[in-house]
């Protein structure tokens, strides 16, 4: 069976509810894409700094942390699906208001509650993906997911750089970039009628009621799960010093227009869809364990490539290589952490994870347009590389050493 055919196959047999989450995943993976490739050079565009631009993009991780939390009591008193509304419709609000309102007060507030708003959609991927689908399935149904999350990722990333270089024609840089960000935010429509159309679990939607905040959180930390939360703080931290400003940095590095930084991380968000689609093969070939260390370890050499100056063939293909290795093992640790907790923790543990890995990417963000400004554009690439090696350790501590998870080896 091709590749493509199983992409198709764990779908087509994935079930109504899992197809129009995934209607959800990919347009989130649009708006993502604008944010990414946009999102920093409009800041530039309209004056900002990169203290000032760091400190924005921060703000909106930091809210993807803090939300994190809140999610959980949003679930519990509202439920699953009436908790999406309010996530997605907040964010078309709060993205329209920090796009257009460029007081920087309202760009603040406004960014800080997209982030937190965003984090309830992304808690609740996980346990949702893992409630329905089995052992069998659920490495698939979690890389399908995150296939056409990256599908989004790539189209948006190369449609939108050209559609802004086109509407900068018309009106200005700040014009085309704003524009472009509109639309994406737009978009955002499209999932509430997406998720009418799914019925939740009411198990899944109430699995934590009665413990709420702190108390459920410190009901799943254990020696695994507090190892697996060190892990995601390290990648975190090493992620927010470098992929908010990638397409500053290529900008900056190749002195080239929207649409060259558009395509240089469409392609690589090429190579992130390709490797997804790869993911459920080699993960079964190697064992997940080695199969997600091998991903991590290998990325590392590419990683350190883009901090060298390159022109933008050389520039493309590392971060292709990177984004491919680094991204296509997450659909499986994912799937993998999952398996820390019983089924009716899985939504606090995720949500203690993305409070963990967003907290630190918002202080990463922050430090990182600190470091750029202070010392050079090269800089954090070196400090990512020792945390991303840190990181690979400890998966190794928490599930290559450990008998009870002799079965994802």
């Known amino acids: 069976m091709s590749i493509f055919t199983e992409f198709y196959e764990i779908v087509h047999n994935a079930g109504k509810n899992v197809q129009h989450f995934m209607v959800c995943v990919f347009v989130n993976g649009l708006v993502m894409a604008a944010l990414s490739v946009m999102l920093g050079i409009y800041y530039t565009n309209i004056g900002l700094s990169e203290v000032v631009i760091g400190s924005l993009l921060s703000l909106r991780t930091l809210g993807n942390s803090i939300g994190a939390f809140f999610a959980i009591l949003l679930v519990q008193n509202f439920g699953t699906k009436r ?41 609740v991927q996980a346990p949702f993906y893992k409630k329905y689908s089995d052992e069998k399935t659920v490495v698939g149904v979690f890389s399908a997911s995150f296939v056409l999350n990256n599908i989004a990722m790539f189209s948006g990333s190369f449609l939108f750089g050209r559609f802004s270089d086109i509407f900068a024609g018309f009106g200005g840089l700040v014009f085309g970039s704003r524009m472009v960000l509109n639309i994406s935010f737009v978009l955002l429509a499209v999932n509430l009628v997406a998720l009418s159309k799914i019925q939740f679990n009411l198990e899944f939607s109430d699995n934590s009621r009665g413990k709420g905040g702190i108390k459920a959180y410190l009901s799943v930390l254990n020696r695994d799960s507090g190892l697996y939360m060190l892990k995601t703080a390290l990648i975190g931290l090493g992620a927010g010093l470098i992929v908010p400003f990638f397409s500053v940095y290529i900008k900056h ?127 954090p690439y070196y400090i990512t590389v020792v945390l991303y090696l840190l990181s690979a350790v400890l998966i190794y501590c928490v599930f290559g050493r450990n008998e009870k998870f002799k079965h994802l080896r």
């Not at 993911?279 to 364990?289: I, N, Y």
């Not at 292709?320 to 290795?325: D, G, H, I, W």
């Not at 630190?360 to 963000?365: N, P, Q, Y």
């Open 83 to 123: 908790a999406l509304y309010i996530s997605f419709s907040t964010m078309l609000v709060c993205g329209l208001a920090f796009t257009n309102l460029t007081l920087l007060p309202v760009m603040q507030a406004a960014s800080f509650l997209f982030g937190v708003s965003q984090a309830i959609f992304v808690v």
């Open 253 to 379: 590095s190749l002195n080239t227009t929207d649409s060259v930084v558009g395509t240089i991380m469409a392609f690589a968000q090429f190579g992130t869809v390709l490797g997804g689609l790869l993911t459920p093969k080699l993960s079964r070939r190697f064992g997940r364990v080695r199969f997600v260390l091998i991903c991590q370890l290998m990325s590392i050499p590419f990683l350190i490539s883009i901090s060298f100056p390159q022109g933008a063939f050389l520039m493309a293909v590392s971060f292709f290589f990177r984004n491919s290795l680094m991204n296509m093992a997450n659909p499986v640790l994912q799937s993998m952490a999952m398996d820390l907790v019983e089924e009716k923790q899985r939504t606090v543990m995720s949500s203690i994870f993305s409070l963990t890995d967003n907290l630190l990417r918002a202080l990463g963000t922050q430090a990182g347009g600190i470091i750029m400004l202070a010392v050079s554009y090269n800089a």
